[in-house]
T-cell receptor, first 113, second 114 residues
Framework: DQQVKQNSPSLSVQEGRISILNCDYTNSMFDYFLWYKKYPAEGPTFLISISSIKDKNEDGRFTVFLNKSAKHLSLHIVPSQPGDSAVYFCAASDGGSQGNLIFGKGTKLSVKP | DAMVIQNPRYQVTQFGKPVTLSCSQTLNHNVMYWYQQKSSQAPKLLFHYYDKDFNNEADTPDNFQSRRPNTSFCFLDIRSPGLGDAAMYLC?????????????FGDGTRLSIL
């Protein structure tokens, strides 16, 4: 059974608008969450993370929100740009120095000019 | 630039014929990972090395083995590939004291089985 779920396989947004990508998890032991971005023919690259002691982390146009009670996190991109078009993976870790990650299936974001 | 390099980018092998995928890193990270990603699926951790210590995920098939001869290199050996092993294989690295979970990925090797 999937412990990290991204229920929307794809999302299409107009340039300049907000993109909201959602992620749900089932394991209450997860205490660190990450978003990775993947372009075609490239490996995933780290985008932003959040610890379970926080409910928000912001980095430029990217903000991640964490709702522990709902076991839900979301990535907001504002304003969206065509270069943001990629697959976004949500990942979670139950901590520990080796940082093993459980990934979701990804959401393909298309930002249209 | 420091990076994680996977060779080859595309690998074709025959059903049952052993194949080796390679990964090298210039980041000097002490942890290296191998993931399998099938089409439209989540990357799935196969195993990882913490320095020389090998850690196998419980559901990784015995058909998959790994070697890490030194800090920079890690190999994935598939002893008898089946059609179900066709996938993208991703190598990643991390440093223990860099913080939880942040991993640096290579661009992957896409394995096809004939």
């Amino acid at each position: 059974d999937q412990q990290v779920k991204q229920n929307s396989p794809s999302l299409s947004v107009q340039e300049g608008r907000i993109s909201i990508l959602n992620c749900d998890y089932t394991n209450s032991m997860f205490d660190y969450f990450l978003w990775y971005k993947k372009y075609p023919a490239e490996g995933p690259t780290f985008l932003i993370s959040i610890s379970s002691i926080k409910d928000k982390n912001e980095d430029g146009r990217f903000t991640v929100f964490l709702n522990k009670s709902a076991k839900h996190l979301s990535l907001h991109i504002v304003p969206s740009q065509p270069g943001d078009s990629a697959v976004y993976f949500c990942a979670a870790s139950d901590g520990g120095s080796q940082g093993n990650l459980i990934f979701g299936k990804g959401t393909k974001l298309s930002v249209k000019p | 630039d420091a990076m994680v390099i996977q060779n080859p980018r595309y690998q074709v092998t025959q059903f049952g014929k052993p194949v080796t995928l390679s990964c090298s890193q210039t980041l000097n990270h002490n942890v290296m990972y191998w993931y399998q990603q099938k089409s439209s699926q989540a990357p799935k951790l196969l195993f990882h090395y913490y320095d020389k210590d090998f850690n196998n995920e419980a559901d990784t098939p015995d058909n998959f083995q790994s070697r890490r001869p030194n800090t920079s290199f890690c190999f994935l050996d598939i002893r008898s590939p089946g059609l179900g092993d066709a996938a993208m294989y991703l190598c990643a690295t991390s440093r223990e004291n860099q913080g939880l979970g942040t991993q640096h990925f290579g661009d992957g090797t896409r394995l096809s089985i004939l």
